[in-house]
């Protein structure tokens, strides 16, 4: 950002309309009218791109808001709630989620991470190549394709039961490329001298990364992590596959079905009901919140991540 | 270590956090034709023969290799899977528009599904990518300073809302105020085919809709990615150009746009590859066509999607047949995202070359 | 060393999250509507402290769900869950040994296909017969939403016309003809159906070929052969129908109801009969068994010329082992249908769009239910 406000500091002079440099014929009335043509055109584009995503925000709150204040959604289940009562809360699907993710985290945080150093201190040649376009293609990858694939694996071949692990898994092969990406980025940043400084003492390679590297670059990790493990908390598809709602609270991810807010959603929208369609509006809220505190905290956490040199 | 001694950072001004999508963990830094295209310092003979580095770079090899595999299998395992009910498939999987994947004598084929499937996306790129790109002009070039920063962060933010969402906004909220839209354009264009509105399925259950829910769906990531890559346009080059006496206008045809290409580009290409592969939204939005009704090239007409199908029968995986036939779907579907993403690294790469 | 600081950091949050699950409950209190409906407490349901689960047919859900509540505030300590993944996935599983019993639309196969047969492979996991056992009966509703009609009867001729788009618009004559003295409108048609696969695609149809088989021409099945635009799940269609000026679908009688939309009566050949739980309570009285003994499986006889017997019918079963390998497992699911099958959770169910099993019926499933091991 610290580019576009240079720009903005210095380009107050040299933009004026003052009509200076129309003695050299440089800024005919077509020139300026395209000008101004295009800052309207920018004004507006951003207006109309507004519209609805402020309105699908707002009809979020407006709708789900009041569900969500309740002491009820945030300390009970929808056990024994049926789709025409109102009542229960979301907690079985806020602890799914959660659990999902932490657990989502744990296998593709490790995986990720080693990949970006791969890629970043140790891959040379074709098979970086190769690897840096196969995380390209897994960046691609609909979610939908990642469900199929783990239900391919899971039920299909090894004949395992659809449980909360194989959401994981699935939801795993969404979060390793964007680990990946981030933390690349970051790595890149970390100066070279340090790692110089660092071999002229004789530090192997290893200790260097994990001691310089890495550290160097931490805080901007977790907050790539935290970034991508927003995005992954809010897919769908590959639970309605892998993972089908429940409405009681379910932590074991080995056994059974486990409820999560997305699904919640979807169960709930399906019962075309007044209660289960607050509930909707609700779960979708809640979700939409549990992402912005993990944005934000990924942000906060980025503003030490600068890389000092 | 001869071309080990690479000058440190690259591009020093960035703030860390802002190189990475926030969404996708894309970078721009990623897509940039650096000024420094050399890599990290090689440092391999610091590290040959101790125990720890063989295990460490093992280990950082082998998720690499892990991350290759994945694709791999993921691809092997859809095929092997797809391969016996295609097999069994008495109609030709490619030319087909029957979808009964079930019974002694299995049909289908991906005709209407790949149909659905490229109109609602390219509609939705359509409208997103010069929007979003607007929109990341605007945020980046033209906001004033208290805006720029809010205005980023509510675009990322909406980036964080579950895509069923979209979906159901779009179906109990926005659905309604598109008729109006389809029978103007039908009115001005229905001559054309492909504009041709009928009033069957009603038009919040169009293609044409779920393109403009999947584009509305898809801004805040084209938005964020433009977002950044205009952002890291070198000050130098857009002061050259004002220098020059270029207005405002003309300086970010002939420096941030070029310079920002690659980023566009790869912001596209993400956006169309969660297009293609949009499920809930799409699934809960379009109306399905009959068996017996005829192909219609309008965009407002119904259809499903690879994914939508998909999810719509997730629950009734109940033969080895089936389960095949919408795994061969699935296939289809991971090809198409395969090529999209491919192609969009070689135009990168190309690029890259080019303005090296 | 590093990575196990963010090991630490993801294990904290999973620390985090289970933490929560200290204050969460699952026990939603007596303060919420659960207590209102079933708490008349007569029936004396046989408790017992654990979980069941089942899976199947989405059509039973919601009554599975309502008795399944009901039964909890009788027995706090039993936890029935359910799966609505669809028949095949809930017989699927059950074979498998993944659920206690399996809820379907249709009674176990025996006749092979896909190269298996469902009862010889059900029998073989749980070593004894897998009995069906009829617990819900869900009528299918022919709901429509056309302005100024609150009242319509279709034959199943008109009704197969329509939905094979032969007739298209409300006030032809063919519908006329079945509704003297209502005014139809003259606005178009417009059938939904479901895209996804369905067991009520497949009951209607079966309905439709049965009584009008000269209208209906295709085959029974679960996928929609006739006309109109699709929409995924029930709700889709009822969605569909409510926001549509002229819509007409098929679709459980609770959906319509819920969604208050019309619902035509059906007119088999001895009069227009409305759909009411005791128009479908005949229907089902008159089937025919075709399990042996305890093996409860039915056929619905959907050309029924019988008076005042709504013809359009789902009966879902519970599908259970007869005499199972964990006695206590079979103890607790025989404990839980007897509830399911008593009067009062029948009533229950009736409330929210299902129709109760008649009484000859209900004697037949205590009977099997008791012969449970």
Known sequence: MSTLSTVDESAPPTTPATPVGDDFGGRSGGRAFRDQLARVVMWTAFVVALIPLVWILGATIVKGGQIIASVDWWSLSQSGITARREGGGAVHAIQGTLIQAAVTALISVPIGVLTAVYLVEYGRGRLAKVVSFMVDILTGIPSIVAGLFIYALWVTTLGFQRIGFAVCLALTMLMIPTVVRSTEEMLKLVPNELREASYALGVPKWKTIMKIVIPTSFSGIVTGVLLGLARVMGETAPLIILGPYTAVIATNLFDGLMPTLPTMIYQNYSENLQPAIDRTWGAALTLILIIFVLNIAGRFIGRFSKVKS | MADGLAPSPLLPPLEGTDLVSSITGHSAIDELPSGDGRPPLEADRAGTGRLGDRIFGGLATGSGILVLALVTLVGLFLVIQAVPSLLNNEANFLTSREWVPSGAQPRFGIVDLLWATIVTSIIAMFIAVPLGVAVALFITQYAPGWLNKPAATLVDLLAAVPSIVYGFWGLQVAGQYFEPVATVIDRVLGWLPFFEYTGTPSAKSTLAFAGVILAIMILPIVTAISREVFSQVPTAHKEGALALGATKWEMIRTAVIPFGKPGIISAAMLGLGRALGETLAVTLLLSALNTSSAFSFSIFGGGETFASRIANDAGEFDSAQKTGAYIAAGLVLFLLTFIVNAAARVVIERRKAFTE | MKISRLGAMASLALVGSIALTGCGSDNTGGDSAAADSTASGSAGAECFDGTLSAEGSSAQKNAFEEVAAGFKSECSGAQVNYNPSGSGAGIKQFIAGQV??????????????????????????????????????????????????????????????????????????????????????????????????????????????????????????????????????????????????????????????????????????????????????????????????????????????????????????????????????????????????????????????????????????????????
């Open chain 3, 100 to 373: 206690d019993f399996a809820g379907s639309d249709s009674a176990l196969k025996t006749v092979e296909k896909d190269g298996k047969i469902e009862a010889k492979e059900a029998e073989a996991a749980c070593g004894s017969p897998a009995w069906n056992i009829p617990m819900v009966t869900g009528p299918i509703a022919v709901a429509y939403n056309v302005k100024g009609v609150d009242k319509l009867n279709l034959t199943p001729a008109v009704a197969g016309d329509i939905f094979m788009g032969k007739i298209t618009t409300w006030n032809d004559p063919k519908i006329a003809a079945a509704n003297s003295g209502v005014q139809l409108p003259a606005t178009a048609i417009k059938v939904f159906f479901r895209s996804d696969e369905s067991g009520t695609t497949e009951n209607f149809t079966k309905y439709l070929k049965a009584a009008a088989p000269a209208n209906w021409p295709g085959e029974p099945a679960k996928t929609w052969d006739g006309k109109g635009e699709g929409k995924a799940k029930s709700a889709g269609v009822a969605e569909g129908v409510k926001s549509t000026d002229g819509g007409i679908t098929y679709v459980e009688w609770s959906y319509a109801k819920d969604n208050d939309l019309g619902v035509a009566a059906i007119d088999n050949g001895a009069g227009p009969v409305e759909l009411t739980s005791e128009s479908v309570g005949k229907a089902v009285a008159t089937a025919e068994q075709t399990g042996t003994g305890n093996d409860l499986a039915l056929k619905l006889d959907y050309a029924t010329k019988e008076a005042g017997a709504y013809p359009i019918n789902l009966v879902t079963y519970e599908i259970v082992c007869s005499k199972g390998k964990d006695a206590e497992k079979q103890k607790n699911i025989k404990a839980f249908l007897k509830y399911f099958a008593s009067e009062e959770a029948q009533k229950t169910i009736e409330e929210i769009g299902y129709a109760p099993l008649p009484a000859e019926v209900q004697t037949k499933v205590a009977t099997a239910i008791d012969a449970i091991s």
